[in-house]
C-alpha cells in the first residue's frame, strides 16, 4: 500500500454526471485505492456521502473545510457524493456546525438511516436524482437564491448584515472565508496547468509569494513549489 500523501483528484478514479436540479453541483462516485490516506483539500460546499466497506452502509453529511487534513481510506470500499450548489441546506442539520466535520447519520436497517424522524432508504448513484426530489418535497432542503447570487457577484436589495447573515446559514462560511479558499483553488488549477508560481501571484491576487506559500499550504496540503514538481 502506498504512504505518500496525495490529494483525492490525485489518487482515485472518478465518474460523474451533473444533474438537471438547481440544488445539485454534480454527482460523484469512487472506489478505495491502494493508499493508506490521502489530502483531504479545502472546499466551501458540503456533500452527502454513501459509503460501502465491509457489508454495511453508511450515509455521512461532510461540511465545507477551511484548512487541508489527511484522511485514512478503508480497504475495498466504495463511495458515492451528492454535491450541493452554493445556497442549498438542509434546515434540520445546521451546517454551521458541520465546518471542518461530519455527521453519519444513525442507522436505521440494513437498507435505511434516520433523517428527521423518519427512515430513509440509502440513495444511489443511479437514483440520486429521486432522493433529491424528495427530500425538497419534504422540506428536508432548501434553496437560498440570494446567497447563489451574491457568491456570484450579482447585487442584491439587502443589506449587508443581511447577506451575511444568509450566506453564513447557507454555506457555513462567511464570504472572506469562501473566496479566501476559490482563490487557492485557482491557483493550483493555473500551477498544474504550468504557470510559473510569479505569474500565478499575479493573476490570483496575492500580495507576493510568501502569501501564495501560505495559502496554498493550508488550503491544499502543499506548498506551490510541490504542486510545480507533482505535474512533472
Known sequence: MHTNMFRAS??????????????????????????????????????????RHNDQIYLTVRGPETRATNSPIPENAEFFGIQFTPGTFMPSLPITQLVDASLTLREASGQSFWLNGSAWEFPDYDNADSFVSKLVREGLLVRDPIVEAVLQGQPTHLCLRSVQRRVLRATGLTQVAIRQIERATKAVELLEKGATILDTVEQTGYADQSHLNRSVKRFFGRTPVQIVRERV
Open 10 to 51: 490525485k489518487i482515485f478514479v472518478f465518474e460523474e454526471r451533473l444533474a438537471e436540479s438547481p440544488f445539485i453541483e454534480k454527482f460523484w462516485r469512487t472506489r478505495s485505492e491502494p493508499f493508506a490516506s490521502f489530502i483531504s483539500v479545502a472546499v466551501s460546499h458540503w456533500e452527502i456521502v454513501v459509503t
